[in-house]
């Protein structure tokens, strides 16, 4: 079988450059390559992610999700990390992957394969690192309050969360209504 060498580059606005080169088997699956390269950063494995597969532009592809989030409603499933093996998607010789690790401090990994060697290792192997990589709770979660709720009072909201909004008409505005028989 062969192995997979795979360079894994931590986005930051950091100036300097953290990435890994991970060695592993084509057939693990996407599960153990998380999990390699979390151990590779030192980040725990409590969180949520997704693996994309992706173009030359980093555009996100196909999803390849932790869990199962379907809950058998959908006749055609995401494909999940435990299930799903790397060479599957395997399309290119520089094929490109994108790895978001925990949705809420948005922790995102540029992955590409770098190179097929005849060999495969049992387990994965991080063969370089480079640059000292952060800890995980290090990056603060943002105050995504306004994204959900926004500006609105709650007294301002109806039984129904339907918000209330000033559109300078009065009651005598309306009365000409009355005067139409239904």
Do not use: C
Not at 34 to 63: C, H, P, T, V
Request: net charge negative; charged share 35%; hydrophobic share 40%.
């Amino acid at each position: 079988m062969a192995g997979l060498k795979f360079r894994v580059l931590l986005d930051s606005s950091a100036k300097n450059e953290v990435f890994r080169d991970i060695l592993i088997d084509e057939s693990a699956t996407f599960e153990v390559f998380y999990r390699a390269i979390l151990s590779a950063y030192n980040f725990n494995g409590d969180q949520m992610a997704s693996f994309y597969m992706s173009n030359d532009d980093w555009d996100k592809g196909q999803e390849i999700t932790l869990m199962d989030m379907t809950f058998g409603e959908e006749p055609d499933p995401t494909p999940t990390m435990n299930s799903t093996m790397i060479k599957t998607f395997m399309e290119e010789a520089d094929q490109k992957i994108i790895l978001v690790h925990d949705f809420l401090r948005l922790w995102i990994f540029l992955i590409e394969l770098i190179a097929v060697e005849e060999t495969a290792p049992s387990q994965p192997e991080v063969i370089l690192s480079i640059g000292e990589a952060p800890l995980e709770d290090s990056k603060k979660v943002e105050d995504n309050d306004d994204l959900f709720v926004g500006d609105v009072d709650d007294e301002d909201e109806d039984e129904f969360g339907f918000d209330d909004f000033d559109d300078d008409l009065s009651d005598e505005d309306y009365s000409s209504f009355d005067d139409f028989e239904y």
